[in-house]
């Protein structure tokens, strides 16, 4: 039976500033701030077998908050 591993990918957007954060959880470590944009974070942790399987949007006036779950096969 397989078993899994999860990570999550949190980012915060301020409409005002125009700068955004992006944070990574990985298994058994801290939150640690990316470089890059969203789409450039998750495309590297793809290429490293990562594969999405849920994601949550929410925001009000020139705030905003993302977070992707990801998965993969543990060895």
Same mark, same amino acid.
């Given at each position: 039976?397989?078993?899994?591993?999860?990570? %999550? !990918?949190?980012?915060?957007?301020? &409409? /005002?500033?125009?700068?955004?954060?992006v944070s990574v959880k990985?298994?058994? @470590?801290?939150?640690?701030?990316?470089?890059?944009?969203?789409? %450039? !974070?998750?495309?590297?942790?793809? &290429? /490293?077998?990562?594969?999405?399987?849920?994601?949550?949007?929410?925001?009000? @006036?020139?705030?905003?908050?993302?977070?992707?779950?990801?998965?993969?096969?543990?060895?």
């Amino acid at each position: 039976m397989p078993t899994w591993e999860y990570a %999550s !990918v949190i980012t915060a957007n301020d &409409a /005002e500033s125009q700068r955004a954060g992006v944070s990574v959880k990985l298994p058994g @470590g801290q939150s640690e701030r990316q470089q890059g944009d969203t789409s %450039s !974070v998750l495309n590297k942790l793809g &290429a /490293e077998g990562w594969e999405l399987v849920s994601y949550h949007s929410s925001g009000a @006036g020139t705030w905003g908050f993302e977070q992707f779950w990801l998965k993969r096969q543990s060895s």
